[in-house]
């Protein structure tokens, strides 16, 4: 299995523009979760999912983040307008929800966000 | 979620036990108790989870004590490549419920 796959890898803009990034989960997983790390806060959920369906968004910090699952393979992170304190690593994970779920989340190899 | 403690960091040598403490006082009868770790720059992996009774995979041991306030995580062979921030999670175990709230965690360096 490839595992969870995040795009693009490292990010580096500008204040003020947009920012997109991309997670792709393990097949067969009903939950998606979007995570931010920083040196200040530590890993921070922001939002998850089950089934496509946003369960649970309360970490989502303003209006300017918004997040997609269009489905079952695919979601997107978005934070428009960008603002320099939004620089952070964010993580995607997913795992197997149901009789399947052990509590394991398999994480992806991050985004690096830079806003300049 | 109940709340845990963990030390801030320790070190462990090369090849000898690596014994992670953590605190949760405040679980309650139907949460678990997850590790996972997070060497630098990757995404957090899992390690072990428990109720109450011992647990041991591949990777480590989990000791949880009889009245599930505290528990250990041990790597009874660390290695270089152990050095990794260790967190210690308690979560509901439901198939319904998925999240996971990190706190800091133990950073453990292992020495030659």
């Known amino acids: 299995d490839a595992g969870v796959i995040q795009s693009p890898r490292h990010e580096v803009t500008e204040m003020g523009q947009e920012v997109t990034l991309r997670c792709k989960p393990i097949s067969g997983h009903d939950y998606l979760f979007w995570y931010r790390q920083t040196m200040m806060r530590g890993l921070e959920l922001l939002i998850y999912?089950?089934?496509?369906?946003?369960?649970?968004d309360s970490g989502m910090p303003e209006d300017r983040f918004s997040a997609k699952m269009p489905n079952a393979s695919f979601s997107t992170l978005k934070i428009q307008p960008s603002e320099p304190r939004d620089s952070a690593v964010y993580f995607c994970?997913?795992?197997?929800?149901?009789?399947?779920?052990?509590?394991?989340?398999?994480f992806g190899e991050g985004s690096r966000l830079t806003v300049l | 979620d109940a709340k845990t403690t963990q030390p801030t960091s320790m070190d462990c040598a090369e090849g000898r036990a690596a014994n992670l403490p953590c605190n949760h006082s405040?679980?309650?009868?139907?949460?678990?108790v997850y590790w996972y770790r997070q060497i630098h720059s990757q995404g957090p992996q899992y390690i072990i989870h428990g109720l109450k009774n011992n647990e041991t995979n591949e990777m480590a041991s989990l000791i949880i004590t009889e009245d599930r306030k505290s528990s250990t995580l041990i790597l009874p062979h660390a290695t270089l490549r152990d050095t990794a921030v260790y967190y210690c999670?308690?979560?509901?175990?439901?198939?319904?419920?998925?999240?996971?709230?990190f706190g800091q965690g133990t950073t453990l360096q292992v020495k030659p």
């Open positions: 999670i308690v979560r509901l175990y439901s198939g319904n419920t998925g999240k996971l709230i």
């Open positions: 999912f089950n089934n496509n369906v946003p369960i649970d």
């Open positions: 994970a997913s795992s197997q929800g149901g009789s399947l779920n052990t509590g394991e989340l398999f």
């Open positions: 405040t679980i309650s009868g139907n949460e678990y």
